[in-house]
């Protein structure tokens, strides 16, 4: 029997699953000689795959239908702007993939997935910016247009092909990293006194692509970057509609969180042309061209638990596998209390992230973001529920009463602030006031103090 008759065969075999040299010569009934001479003429078709902790490698097909190369490099931008490559992601035949890295400060990026690896994962569009992007490219890229009808393979063809600014440190493929690196001999000359003038067309814009409508009510924003090397999420709203009341009180939760020790994203609010805006700092951005490792607990969690059932639980599992320090748990569970004493029932495992270590395998809390009384916020079509004071429990079970005790002051005061804000409506004004009362008295009752 021929070599191309053997390769036929192996290629046959390794569908969907992925053999040992030795598993694959045995089903074959060849040699191992014979196998490396055809595994040799499969050139890109077959790729070895190497698991940590597994001594034996494997064969693995190579997938043949992708539209862009079934291997791509994976590299990293650091603090300094540079880029490198760390490593390649090999797209297998069944949907798995498969990371590799030689280095040992990226060792822990390596491994086999049965779908894509964590990191990219994160990486890939979402929420109303990936929207944004989804409309703006998916014809260049013949993508659907609808972000809900992308399967993992069109992320990674968006990924390998324009995902340059993305969140983390990580970038896949060569088209990417020259985009991003053409994007980092730009910077901005907008300036902190010009920025009000820019943002209003940015919204325009959006307005204009968009029909006026955000899905599902969500909050809409966009990426900005300023003359001072500052990479910005903004959000905005009408001046004084709900949602612009909702971005002062994200303001109050952040800054609130940071005066406590938490880590906290910086945010700032401020109004011009109507409309309100509430920047906050990108911190896996450092200066102009700079970048710092991110994952989503979502990403980490479906990897390795696959629960996603609250933020406290997720946070003791991980401190329970050493994956996270007890500190940074516990900051967790802080964060989950405080929390639902604010009324944010929109605490999903996208809006909790982690600094990722890659040579260790362990994660540290990265800064808060999207914390605010989403229980008041506008719905699809824009409607408003109404503004009744919050029924506090303690609903998660993985808080510690500790817990709740420690942010009771902290959630009292937040809403005693949000009650004394010029920016906020009367009505708002007057359910704060009420919540302020509610949170004290309700978790004295517990006895948590």
């Not at 993305?166 to 300036?191: K, M, Q, R």
């Not at 748990?329 to 600094?355: K, P, S, W």
């Not at 260790?360 to 506008?378: F, K």
């Not at 808080?399 to 602030?417: D, F, G, N, V």
Request: proline share 5%.
């Amino acid at each position: 029997m021929s070599i191309s008759e053997h390769l036929t065969n192996l290629q046959r075999a390794l569908r969907g699953r992925r053999l040992t040299a030795e598993e694959a010569a045995r089903l074959l009934g060849i040699s191992q000689p014979t196998l490396s001479r055809t595994v040799r003429a499969a050139g890109s078709q077959v790729t070895v795959v190497r698991q940590p902790g597994v001594r034996t490698p494997s064969y693995a097909l190579l997938r043949g239908d992708l539209p862009i190369a079934a291997r791509q490099p994976l590299y990293r931008i650091d603090e300094q702007g540079r880029l490198s490559q760390i490593g390649e992601v090999a797209f297998l035949d069944g949907g798995a993939s498969h990371v590799h890295c030689e280095d040992a400060s990226h060792r822990t990026l390596k491994g086999l997935h049965e779908g894509l690896p964590p990191f990219l994962r994160t990486m890939m569009p979402s929420g109303f910016v990936g929207r944004e992007l989804v409309r703006f490219h998916h014809r260049v890229l013949g993508l659907p247009p609808s972000l809900r009808d992308w399967s993992d393979d069109h992320h990674v063809v968006f990924l390998a092909r324009q995902g340059f600014d993305t969140p983390g440190d990580l970038v896949l493929g060569p088209d990417a990293a020259n985009h991003a690196l053409a994007a980092s001999d730009f910077e901005s000359l907008v300036t902190d006194n010009e920025r009000g003038t820019w943002y209003r067309d940015s919204v325009l814009a959006q307005a204009d692509q968009a029909g006026g409508a955000s899905a599902g009510g969500e909050q809409p924003k966009f990426l900005f970057n300023l003359a001072d090397g500052r990479h910005l999420l903004v959000k905005y709203a009408p001046a004084g509609s709900r949602w612009a009341e909702l971005l002062a009180c994200e303001s109050i939760a952040l800054a609130m969180l940071s005066a406590q020790g938490l880590p906290a994203a910086r945010a700032y609010w401020f109004e011009s042309h109507g409309m309100c805006y509430l920047e906050v700092d990108r911190f896996d951005r450092v200066g102009h061209h700079g970048r710092r490792p991110f994952i989503s607990a979502g990403a980490v969690d479906d990897e390795l638990f696959g629960r996603r059932d609250s933020w406290a639980a997720f946070a003791r599992r991980c401190a329970e596998a050493h994956l996270l320090s007890a500190l940074d748990a516990r900051r967790i569970e802080t964060l989950a209390a405080f929390g639902a004493l604010i009324g944010n029932n929109d605490m999903h495992f996208e809006n909790l992230g982690l600094v990722p270590d890659y040579a260790r395998g362990t994660y540290a809390l990265a800064p808060a973001y999207d914390m605010l009384p989403m229980r008041y916020a506008p719905a699809a079509g824009g409607i408003e529920p109404e503004l009744q004071p919050l029924s506090f429990s303690i609903g998660d079970a993985a808080i510690p009463l500790a817990r709740w005790s420690e942010t009771r002051p902290w959630a009292a005061a937040y809403w005693q602030r949000v009650a004394a804000d010029a920016r906020m409506s009367a009505g708002l004004r007057q359910v704060a006031a009420r919540n302020a009362e509610a949170v004290d008295s309700h978790l004295s009752r517990l006895g948590a103090s």
